[in-house]
């Protein structure tokens, strides 16, 4: 059975429909898709070599936290079930971990693939990935170096073999094994990739860690026979409850609860080596696991280290990577921002939309400064779910504190970041900064900022809410939407949901935001209802959502109905989707599109067109953010804005024919065709060009500053 075939066996869900499974495409079976995407653009022969190499490690990387969460996850979920003597859900959840696995398989033969090639095509650029370090002396004596500089320093001795020993290796550490006698975990300190410049000569070569062990490890050892590198995952799904009527007790649990992530099950075991078919059982039994879940290669372990050439190239050599990867992308500061003063009047003429990285998070930054130095703000809160360690915007909170009220919400649960949180909630204490952690069974999602002015005897409140974090390096990679407002209905719920989380409590009461878990899946049934009647009324009814994963069954099967009464759907959904598109009595009425491109898209939107209702969001339409966290949705009420919207953003994505993914009713993914005599409209490329032109031609532009008369 080819591939395909077998993923579309499993996608086309109709027996399981009729055993009583609903028609929806399992969430970590579609997440596989996308990472197929994103090696898809690694792949692309158009795309410039480095972005090839980003995307390779992109895909490599995912993989590593898909193991560690998601297959940990689907293993639980098959154990539930036997518990519970669920043949039928047992049966198929192992279904679909085997093909998931075998499916990752293949992954691994494309993503070698992909090394090869690119590696041949670097190296026409003089830029060397080392496959053979014994190919001539020269490469020779550089690894040697690197390896007697950088790394045996910090080998301790190899110790005799220990299945004890080997047990104790933490999540994604490597362990190399000399001979049959003697093995030596590798300190996670060593870094995966090294980089070396020959004097007089315009290029650089790389060598992965892997290869220098390989090469050079059994010099240490007098059973020199064979050298295996192991490297082990483990379960890292640290979802938890922060149950406690003591705040100040909270970091201490989540750093003791992190220990687990170093420690938990073993869930996949990547084996290097000549000797790896010979060992394989006796891995089996040690770390108790399936033979699928453990995978041979004779590439690298660390193909996640490529980001290193992708970052390192450009400072090596300037003028060769010129043709190698995007331009730099030249953000936009907005003009409201560009004078760095009076911004909050100017957000009382009218809402501010920020589309990151096009516009420049630095606006984002000015706001804050100037309130941070504005005299008459009394009070600066913000959330934070992930920030930079570097970010600007926290000295400019830290010198705040000294003058008026800052707050700051933290959730310390934001996977693999709880580490640089803790570290950030201490330092802001420091600096007289009141901070407060997310609580109980929710995770603090929601992007919100609120400022209070005291203007006179009047109090003003102006709300900055985001799709994205307040994260100054992930918003020039990723795109995210926000808005500036002074709008005191906003203002009012911010102050609202501001109180309640500082207190630990579900804030509630709101006229204008819409917050999970108590309301925003209702309102989405609300607003997806009002479209189905207006179809049935014979009204043009449509819905636009654009999210990074759609997976939830009560919003998939409304979307259902409303495409069975005749409204048009159209999804743009980045990465898992469990919804089946194009079904005759079904889903005829959906589209789905997926859009991989230079940046992570992330923002949120959601458009239901007979009631006219818009709104940006954190949350995905998944049961975790709609139940299991407290996120916000928030209403574009200004009318220029949304009308660019709706008449330039939305109809620039449906358009895109460039990175543009179609999933079709089969359940597989096909790139869209471009249409006959028309330019392939690329949206990213569009709204750069857009922001570079402040707006011209949109009904943004109106709102252009005229430049006063010389």
Not at 54 to 72: Q, T, Y
Not at 329 to 344: E, V
Request: aromatic share 8%.
């Amino acid at each position: 059975m080819s591939p395909e075939t077998e993923i579309e066996d499993l996608l086309n869900s109709r027996k399981l429909h009729r055993l009583g499974f609903p028609l929806l495409v399992h969430r970590d079976l579609s997440w596989v898709q996308f990472n197929e995407r994103v090696l898809e653009e690694a792949e692309l022969a158009e795309n410039p070599l480095l972005e090839r190499i980003k995307f390779l490690a992109i895909s490599s990387s995912n993989l590593d936290e898909f193991f560690m969460v998601r297959v940990a996850t689907l293993e639980r979920s098959i154990q539930a079930a036997k518990r519970k003597d669920d043949a039928i859900t047992v049966g198929y959840l192992s279904q679909v971990r085997e093909t998931i696995l075998s499916t990752i398989r293949r992954f691994h033969t494309r993503q070698d693939l992909a090394l090869t090639e690119l590696t041949q095509k670097l190296s026409q650029h003089h830029i060397k990935i080392v496959e053979n370090i014994r190919e001539n002396e020269g490469v020779l004596n550089a690894a040697t170096a690197i390896y007697r500089k950088e790394i045996l320093p910090l080998l301790a001795e190899p110790s005799a073999f220990s299945e004890n020993g080997l047990e104790k290796l933490t999540n994604l550490q490597t362990v190399a094994l000399l001979g049959t006698q003697l093995c030596l975990p590798i300190p996670t300190s060593l870094k995966p990739i090294y980089a070396f410049q020959p004097k007089s000569k315009d290029e650089v070569w790389y060598f992965f860690l892997d290869d220098l062990l390989m090469a050079f490890l059994p010099e240490i050892s007098s059973d020199s026979s064979s050298t295996t590198l192991l490297r082990l995952t483990r379960d890292a799904d640290l979802e938890q409850d922060l149950d406690t009527n003591d705040p100040e007790s909270i970091p201490d649990m989540i750093r003791t609860r992190l220990s687990t992530r170093e420690r938990g099950r073993a869930i996949r075991l990547q084996i290097r080596g000549n000797d790896s078919e010979s060992i394989l059982p006796h891995w089996l039994a040690l770390f108790r696991l399936p033979a699928d879940q453990i995978y041979n290669t004779s590439k690298t372990l660390f193909m996640h280290s490529l980001w290193t050439i992708y970052h390192d190239v450009p400072e090596k050599l300037p003028k060769t990577c010129e043709a190698l990867q995007y331009p730099a992308l030249q953000s936009r500061l907005p003009a409201p921002f560009a004078s760095g003063k009076g911004l909050i009047d100017k957000v009382k003429e009218h809402d501010i939309l920020l589309h990151h990285p096009y516009d420049s998070f630095d606006a984002f930054v000015s706001w804050i400064t100037e309130a941070a130095h504005d005299p008459l703000v009394t009070q600066i809160e913000l959330t934070i779910y992930r920030v930079d360690a570097v970010s600007p915007l926290l000295p400019e909170l830290k010198k705040a504190a000294k003058t008026k009220v800052v707050i700051v919400v933290i959730e310390l649960r934001a996977r693999f970041d709880e580490l640089n949180n803790l570290q950030l909630a201490e330092e802001l204490k420091k600096a007289g900064v009141k901070v407060h952690f997310g609580f109980g069974q929710l995770k603090l999602h929601a992007k919100i900022a609120l400022i209070t002015r005291q203007e006179g005897v009047e109090t003003k409140l102006y709300t900055h809410l985001s799709t994205g974090n307040y994260n100054a390096k992930t918003a020039r990679q990723y795109t995210d939407l926000a808005i500036i407002t002074a709008n005191p209905h906003i203002g009012k719920d911010a102050r609202i949901f501001f109180d309640a989380v500082e207190k630990g409590e579900i804030p509630h009461g709101f006229k204008k935001l819409v917050v999970a878990p108590t309301r925003l899946a209702r309102r989405m049934m609300t607003h997806i209802q009002e479209e189905i009647d207006a179809a049935k009324q014979g009204k043009p009814a449509r819905i636009f959502a654009k999210v990074n994963a759609l997976v939830d069954e009560g919003i998939i099967n409304s979307l259902y109905e409303a495409s069975q009464a005749g409204v048009k759907v159209d999804l743009i959904v980045r990465g898992a989707c469990s919804l089946l598109p194009g079904i005759k009595g079904l889903s005829e009425n959906i589209h789905v599109y997926s859009i991989v491109d230079r940046f992570l898209e992330h923002s949120r939107i959601y458009y239901f067109g007979n009631s006219n209702h818009m709104y940006f969001s954190s949350a995905d339409w998944m049961p975790r953010n709609l139940f299991r966290r407290l996120e916000v949705a928030f209403p574009i009420l200004d009318p220029l804005i949304l009308e660019y919207l709706k008449d330039i953003v939305i109809p620039a994505y449906l358009s895109d024919r460039a990175k543009s993914r179609e999933l079709t009713s089969k359940g597989v993914w096909e790139l869209r065709a471009p249409l006959k005599d028309c330019p392939r409209l690329r949206s990213q490329v569009l709204f750069r060009e857009l922001a570079l032109r402040e707006y011209h031609g949109t009904p943004l532009y109106q709102r252009r500053p005229i430049a006063p008369k010389v």
